[in-house]
């Protein structure tokens, strides 16, 4: 309890009581006396005075913090917070902010006299009334209460320690409701507060700044000059009197100044760029100096600076000396005893690793990385060492490397294998010099992890081996050989099914690997595998018919066998049946039609990365494989394949194709001389890949559809390949899929949306990509996207803030008919049961077939304590962001400008300006809308020149603008040019309205 300035002798004589019991029903007893006679004076005709309130209160506080129920005393609380005695308004506080919920009916008595202390002009008040917003602060608080703490916290009256509780309090509110905090007046106040001469107040305004910054990055911009100068202050000072811990000058607030300026790009400012250099290079230096105290507070402290200024160092990226320097010192303390350095500096390697100034520096303590991966003990650590090796790999060091991960990944623990498995898979595909040592490492991978294998590992190992025609009979070869092993993971089996049954004919010619030796192989491990893997040699045996057809009659004896034909599984009795009857009735001709040779496979994205990307943890960056590889596009990005869905398969709806970490380049590829992390699916199949059925397999075939490879994500179905004989018609008939139940319902019409429920929407069309859609004080509605090209994928996450389960939630997307055509939506349903306190999130998947004007809509129904609720919103799903900036110079751009001439191609509108017309806030809504700001285009240095292009699935928009602002009158003038019709009065309206 706190120290309340007087004894509160019965409060004493009370906990004594509470001590002394012997026993749960005697505590009991004396708390129900003591709660009998607390309520009984509070309903007796005396009046109590402050002093009798206060203590009772504590009684029934403590009495609640032993764990009983207290259903009263809040309004004698609530009294106490009137007092004008310290330790009485003390105590109220107490109470209130432990045991008084929002919804409570005194909350507003509450808010109103924390309201009258905010007022007062006793500073000890105020704090006491800070402390409890901060404590207990909700949006109710923050609306009522949000103009009066920046009003005390900017004050020039204000003293130092109230400030500092304001700053927190202010801090408190933002995380409550942001949106009431984002203005241009108050962000200039705020930053001003880094130049206080109190380092208390500029500490406490550095922690609300930072939160403010990650909101409006451009608001704050100014903040940058004033830190790099507090900054530079704290670390040539010697004395700081009281902010001098263990001989290091202010070390949180440095640490929170370093942080803040990661949050922009390098100052443009060479005076404020130099003066921040001075003290990075200070601070550097001061981490070889001996030690001023051998205490660990001391090394604590300054270590803590060393690394956030060497995170600051890595996040500019442009000092070589800086990061070769950085990438020194930590060298030192991958052989420090304490294992937090040793972490902490395995783990700023792996960002320098990524650096071309810095990583040729790091590759100097390879060495001592895999000592530390082989005789590190601390599990953590070893995982920060194999981050490292995967960042700092290349090709030349590729095959050592591996190697090296190969060995460890026998004695790894469970936890990282898979994650490990991922990363030496990449590190082969990615740097493999000689594509038969990257087949061998595969499948080395799956005879020493074989559980830990994910299913992208060994599609792409076969996907590799359709495109190289160079490597296709050592791989059928070397998986035959691994096949015949003692033990033989099931992957391997699957690998095995799928490379014989294309290539298995490469290696007939031997009589140790004949026709009827890799069957029998093969089926000697049916009765040992799963259903799924099942599925595989079944398609397997039907394709080696075409391969062998002298071993056509042990095959059909196998696929005739009542084990297949009645078996429980239905898809292995249809497959034995139809195979079974394909190989009967079609001609040889016709067979070897339906089960030619898989294609080899076009360009996608890497689904290997983005499996890697969803496990690990770390911030290692995709490093471009142009270091001595000539086989890279012209963006850097490196061409892969993409795998051809059967005709009437729809995309799976787990691919995440938004998380995908490298561009398509725009060039053309020659797969045949690509390297191997490009052959790449975009997100890894949905299913198990199977030797291909192509040519003339029909489309409504419930199983042939499966034997194609996975599906493409981002590729829409193919066309049905015509029947090639009526016979197959016959024998493979039957009727289109139906609905998926699992998507979520996707509706042409007009329904009303309640744009009053959402007032911030606005600010999803240029800056933002994640936030709130929507909350009440039953349920919370954030949403996270992302775009890549023509598709883009929206998370909404929908959180019950209630005390109940909602049931029967639904949802509903709806597409204005006008936009049907242009717009393509497909989104997974969610639980109708939302526990309270949970959150769930549903994926919307879209497609910008082409230009759409209205935004598509979600209508969400529930049902929360007997009553339904229903409410329609708009998703932040618009144009824009499906457009991308676009460079050219000042002749090209009015060269295209002139072209674009047409009535309907251009829109021009004259509005008022809704916020301040600053330049650089200007040129960043312009960014964040889509195009890319052209400096020194327009011969009118206050004009603003843009150039973008709106990526649709079957083409491409180009959009020019003109942006004239005039101050005087705070008016603007925009002028969209566009090579569509309509699409420039689309993007005027939009970005009109966020300007």
Same mark, same amino acid.
């Given at each position: 309890?706190?120290?309340?300035?007087?004894?509160?002798?019965?409060?004493?004589?009370?906990?004594?009581?509470?001590?002394?019991?012997?026993?749960?029903?005697?505590?009991?007893?004396?708390?129900?006396?003591?709660?009998?006679?607390?309520?009984?004076?509070?309903?007796?005709?005396?009046?109590?005075?402050?002093?009798?309130?206060?203590?009772?209160?504590?009684?029934?506080?403590?009495?609640?913090?032993?764990?009983?129920?207290?259903?009263?005393?809040?309004?004698?609380?609530?009294?106490?917070?009137?007092?004008?005695?310290?330790?009485?308004?003390?105590?109220?506080?107490?109470?209130?902010?432990?045991?008084?919920?929002?919804?409570?009916?005194?909350?507003?008595?509450?808010?109103?006299?924390?309201?009258?202390?905010?007022?007062?002009?006793?500073?000890?008040?105020?704090?006491?009334?800070?402390?409890?917003?901060?404590?207990? &602060?909700?949006?109710?608080?923050?609306?009522?209460?949000?103009?009066?703490?920046?009003?005390?916290?900017?004050?020039?009256?204000?003293?130092?320690?109230?400030?500092?509780?304001?700053?927190?309090?202010?801090?408190?509110?933002?995380?409550?409701?942001?949106?009431?905090?984002?203005?241009?007046?108050?962000?200039?106040?705020?930053?001003?507060?880094?130049?206080?001469?109190?380092?208390?107040?500029?500490?406490?305004?550095?922690?609300?700044?930072?939160?403010?910054?990650?909101?409006?990055?451009?608001?704050?911009?100014?903040?940058?000059?004033?830190?790099?100068?507090?900054?530079? $202050?704290?670390?040539?000072?010697?004395?700081?009197?009281?902010?001098?811990?263990?001989?290091?000058?202010?070390?949180?607030?440095?640490?929170?100044?370093?942080?803040?300026?990661?949050?922009?790009?390098?100052?443009?400012?060479?005076?404020?760029?130099?003066?921040?250099?001075?003290?990075?290079?200070?601070?550097?230096?001061?981490?070889?100096?001996?030690?001023?105290?051998?205490?660990?507070?001391?090394?604590?402290?300054?270590?803590?600076?060393?690394?956030?200024?060497?995170?600051?160092?890595?996040?500019?990226?442009?000092?070589?000396?800086?990061?070769?320097?950085?990438?020194?010192?930590?060298?030192?303390?991958?052989?420090?005893?304490?294992?937090?350095?040793?972490?902490?500096?395995?783990?700023?390697?792996?960002?320098?690793?990524?650096?071309?100034?810095?990583?040729?520096?790091? #590759?100097?303590?390879?060495?001592?990385?895999?000592?530390?991966?082989?005789?590190?003990?601390?599990?953590?650590? $070893?995982?920060?060492?194999?981050?490292?090796?995967?960042?700092?790999?290349?090709?030349?060091?590729?095959?050592?490397?591996?190697?090296?991960?190969?060995?460890?990944?026998?004695?790894?623990?469970?936890?990282?294998?898979?994650?490990?498995?991922?990363?030496?898979?990449?590190?082969?595909?990615?740097?493999?010099?000689?594509?038969?040592?990257?087949?061998?490492?595969?499948?080395?991978?799956?005879?020493?992890?074989?559980?830990?294998?994910?299913?992208?590992?060994?599609?792409?190992?076969?996907?590799?081996?359709?495109?190289?025609?160079?490597?296709?009979?050592?791989?059928?070869?070397? +998986?035959?050989?691994?096949?015949?092993?003692?033990?033989?993971?099931?992957?391997?089996?699957?690998?095995?099914?799928?490379?014989?049954?294309?290539?298995?004919?490469?290696?007939?010619?031997?009589?140790?690997?004949?026709?009827?030796?890799?069957?029998?192989?093969?089926?000697?491990?049916?009765?040992?595998?799963?259903?799924?893997?099942?599925?595989?040699?079944?398609?397997?045996?039907?394709?080696?018919?075409?391969?062998?057809?002298? %071993?056509?009659?042990?095959?059909?004896?196998?696929?005739?066998?009542?084990?297949?034909?009645?078996?429980?599984?239905?898809?292995?009795?249809?497959?034995? #049946?139809?195979?079974?009857?394909?190989?009967?009735?079609?001609?040889?001709?016709?067979?070897?039609?339906?089960?030619?040779?898989?294609?080899?496979?076009?360009? $996608?994205?890497?689904?290997?990365?983005?499996?890697?990307?969803?496990?690990?943890?770390?911030?290692?960056?995709?490093?471009?494989?142009?270091?001595?590889?000539?086989?890279?596009?012209?963006?850097?990005?490196?061409?892969?394949?993409?795998?051809?869905?059967?005709?009437?398969?729809?995309?799976?709806?787990?691919?995440?194709?938004?998380?995908?970490?490298?561009?398509?380049?725009?060039?053309? +590829?020659?797969?045949? &001389?690509?390297?191997?992390?490009?052959?790449?699916?975009?997100?890894?199949?949905?299913?198990?890949?199977?030797?291909?059925?192509?040519?003339?397999?029909?489309?409504?075939?419930?199983?042939?559809?499966?034997?194609?490879?996975?599906?493409?994500?981002?590729?829409?179905?193919?066309?049905?390949?015509?029947?090639?004989?009526?016979?197959?018609?016959?024998?493979?008939?039957?009727?289109?899929?139906?609905?998926?139940?699992?998507?979520?319902?996707?509706?042409?019409?007009?329904?009303?949306?309640?744009?009053?429920?959402?007032?911030?929407?606005?600010?999803?069309?240029?800056?933002?990509?994640?936030? %709130?859609?929507?909350?009440?004080?039953?349920?919370?509605?954030?949403?996270?996207?992302?775009?890549?090209?023509?598709?883009?994928?929206?998370?909404?996450?929908?959180?019950?803030?209630?005390?109940?389960?909602?049931?029967?939630?639904?949802?509903?997307?709806?597409?204005?008919?006008?936009?049907?055509?242009?717009?393509?939506?497909?989104?997974?349903?969610?639980?109708?049961?939302?526990?309270?306190?949970?959150?769930?999130?549903?994926?919307?998947?879209?497609?910008?077939?082409?230009?759409?004007?209205?935004?598509?809509?979600?209508?969400?129904?529930?049902?929360?304590?007997?009553?339904?609720?229903?409410?329609?919103?708009?998703?932040?799903?618009?144009?824009?962001?499906?457009?991308?900036?676009?460079? #050219?110079?000042?002749?090209?751009?009015?060269? $295209?400008?002139?072209?674009?001439?047409?009535?309907?191609?251009?829109?021009?509108?004259?509005?008022?300006a809704g916020k301040p017309m600053d330049n650089d806030l200007v040129k960043g809504k312009v960014q964040g809308f889509g195009f890319q700001v052209l400096d020194g285009v327009d011969p009118k240095p206050d004009n603003l020149v843009g150039a973008g292009i709106i990526?649709?699935?079957?083409?491409?928009?180009?959009?020019?603008?003109?942006?004239?602002?005039?101050?005087?009158?705070?008016?603007?003038? #925009?002028?969209?040019?566009?090579?569509?019709?309509?699409?420039?009065?689309?993007?005027?309206?939009?970005?009109?309205?966020?300007?």
């Open positions: 309890m706190p120290r309340t300035g007087d004894s509160m002798r019965g409060l004493a004589v009370f906990i004594a009581d509470i001590r002394n019991c012997k026993s749960r029903e005697q505590e009991k007893k004396r708390i129900n006396k003591e709660l009998a006679n607390i309520r009984s004076k509070f309903k007796g005709d005396k009046q109590l005075d402050g002093y009798q309130k206060k203590k009772y209160v504590c009684k029934l506080l403590f009495i609640f913090l032993l764990g009983n129920d207290v259903d009263f005393g809040h309004m004698e609380a609530v009294d106490l917070l009137a007092s004008n005695k310290y330790t009485e308004k003390q105590i109220g506080y107490l109470f209130i902010s432990v045991m008084m919920h929002h919804s409570n009916d005194l909350y507003k008595l509450v808010i109103q006299a924390i309201k009258n202390d905010l007022s007062s002009k006793d500073p000890v008040h105020i704090c006491l009334a800070l402390t409890c917003i901060a404590n207990i &602060g909700t949006p109710e608080m923050a609306e009522e209460i949000g103009d009066e703490v920046p009003k005390i916290l900017t004050s020039p009256d204000t003293l130092h320690g109230v400030k500092k509780c304001a700053a927190l309090c202010l801090l408190r509110l933002f995380e409550l409701k942001s949106d009431k905090f984002i203005h241009a007046e108050l962000s200039s106040r705020l930053i001003a507060l880094l130049s206080d001469q109190h380092l208390g107040v500029v500490t406490s305004a550095c922690s609300l700044i930072q939160a403010l910054v990650t909101a409006n990055t451009a608001e704050y911009k100014g903040c940058v000059s004033l830190a790099v100068s507090r900054l530079s $202050r704290i670390v040539s000072s010697t004395d700081l009197k009281d902010y001098m811990y263990y001989f290091i000058a202010a070390p949180w607030l440095s640490v929170k100044l370093l942080r803040l300026l990661q949050s922009y790009s390098q100052p443009t400012d060479s005076a404020v760029y130099e003066r921040l250099k001075e003290s990075l290079e200070t601070i550097l230096n001061r981490a070889t100096d001996p030690p001023k105290s051998k205490k660990i507070q001391h090394t604590n402290a300054k270590n803590a600076v060393l690394f956030e200024a060497i995170n600051l160092i890595i996040h500019y990226d442009s000092d070589a000396a800086l990061m070769v320097r950085s990438c020194n010192l930590l060298g030192g303390f991958l052989n420090s005893k304490e294992t937090n350095l040793r972490y902490l500096a395995l783990e700023s390697l792996t960002k320098l690793a990524v650096s071309d100034f810095s990583r040729k520096a790091v #590759m100097k303590h390879q060495e001592t990385v895999v000592q530390a991966l082989k005789n590190e003990r601390d599990l953590s650590v $070893r995982q920060r060492a194999v981050d490292l090796l995967y960042a700092m790999c290349d090709r030349d060091q590729a095959e050592e490397i591996v190697g090296e991960l190969l060995a460890y990944l026998e004695k790894a623990d469970y936890s990282i294998r898979e994650e490990l498995v991922l990363k030496i898979a990449i590190l082969a595909e990615k740097f493999a010099q000689d594509y038969k040592w990257y087949v061998d490492v595969v499948l080395n991978l799956i005879r020493i992890a074989g559980d830990y294998i994910a299913d992208e590992v060994w599609y792409r190992v076969t996907q590799i081996v359709i495109n190289r025609d160079d490597i296709q009979a050592y791989a059928a070869k070397t +998986v035959f050989e691994a096949l015949q092993a003692p033990t033989c993971h099931e992957n391997m089996v699957k690998v095995g099914a799928y490379i014989l049954g294309e290539f298995g004919n490469l290696i007939a010619g031997d009589e140790r690997s004949g026709p009827i030796v890799q069957f029998k192989l093969l089926h000697s491990m049916f009765h040992l595998c799963s259903n799924q893997t099942k599925y595989i040699l079944l398609s397997t045996y039907i394709k080696l018919i075409n391969l062998f057809p002298e %071993i056509k009659g042990d095959i059909e004896e196998v696929l005739g066998n009542d084990n297949q034909l009645r078996n429980s599984d239905a898809e292995i009795q249809q497959r034995a #049946m139809e195979y079974t009857k394909l190989s009967q009735i079609a001609s040889s001709d016709l067979l070897a039609t339906v089960l030619e040779e898989m294609p080899q496979f076009t360009e $996608r994205e890497s689904s290997l990365l983005a499996k890697l990307k969803k496990k690990s943890n770390t911030l290692v960056k995709e490093k471009d494989t142009a270091d001595g590889d000539n086989t890279s596009t012209q963006n850097g990005s490196s061409p892969v394949i993409e795998e051809r869905a059967p005709p009437s398969r729809p995309p799976p709806p787990d691919v995440n194709l938004v998380e995908l970490s490298v561009e398509l380049s725009s060039a053309p +590829v020659d797969v045949g &001389g690509s390297s191997l992390l490009d052959l790449e699916s975009p997100s890894g199949p949905a299913e198990v890949p199977e030797p291909a059925l192509e040519s003339g397999t029909p489309e409504d075939s419930p199983v042939l559809n499966n034997y194609s490879a996975p599906p493409a994500a981002t590729a829409p179905p193919e066309p049905a390949a015509p029947a090639a004989e009526p016979s197959l018609l016959d024998m493979f008939g039957g009727a289109p899929p139906a609905t998926d139940p699992t998507k979520v319902q996707v509706v042409t019409g007009l329904i009303e949306c309640n744009e009053a429920a959402q007032p911030n929407f606005k600010a999803f069309i240029c800056s933002r990509n994640n936030g %709130i859609l929507f909350e009440n004080e039953i349920i919370q509605i954030g949403v996270k996207s992302e775009f890549t090209g023509f598709e883009g994928k929206l998370q909404v996450f929908y959180g019950n803030k209630s005390p109940l389960p909602l049931q029967g939630f639904n949802t509903t997307l709806y597409i204005s008919p006008k936009d049907q055509p242009s717009l393509r939506l497909e989104g997974q349903k969610v639980s109708q049961l939302i526990s309270a306190g949970a959150q769930i999130p549903q994926t919307i998947k879209a497609t910008a077939v082409s230009a759409f004007g209205e935004t598509p809509l979600i209508q969400i129904s529930f049902s929360a304590a007997g009553t339904a609720h229903n409410m329609v919103l708009r998703l932040p799903l618009l144009v824009n962001k499906f457009c991308k900036g676009t460079g #050219m110079g000042a002749q090209d751009f009015f060269m $295209r400008w002139k072209n674009l001439n047409l009535p309907a191609q251009e829109c021009q509108k004259v509005f008022k990526v649709c699935e079957g083409s491409q928009i180009g959009c020019l603008l003109r942006l004239e602002p005039s101050k005087p009158a705070q008016m603007y003038r #925009m002028t969209v040019r566009s090579s569509r019709e309509g699409v420039p009065e689309l993007l005027v309206n939009l970005l009109s309205q966020d300007l």
